[in-house]
């Protein structure tokens, strides 16, 4: 039962960046240059799915995959770097939508 739910969060993770990948040619073919949505809005909703379901991607697959110990810590150092900058970006786009929350 674990393996099964282990693999499910690897799923998840590939179903974010899938997803995100098809959002980011759905804009590119569906939205004329210039127009539509806030450009730096655009930014933060492409990449943060991204690098969350690469995140949730790198956290199970070594151990499944019964990587070395040496792989392991590799990909959990870059693991969470990928954690401390999809927190930054979460940051920023919380304060961008409050800010603007808070003119308006």
Do not use: H
């Amino acid at each position: 039962m674990l393996r099964f739910m282990d693999w499910s969060v690897v799923t998840m993770g590939c179903v974010l960046v899938l997803a995100s990948l098809g959002s980011r040619w759905w804009e590119r073919v569906k939205v004329p240059k210039g127009q539509g949505l806030d450009q730096g809005m655009r930014f933060f909703w492409a990449w943060l799915p991204l690098l969350t379901g690469l995140g949730m991607i790198a956290a199970k697959v070594p151990g499944l995959l019964r990587a070395p110990y040496t792989v392991v810590e590799i990909v959990d150092a870059l693991n969470f770097v990928t954690a401390v900058v999809v927190l930054v970006i979460a940051v920023r786009l919380g304060r961008r939508v409050f800010r603007a929350r808070t003119i308006t």
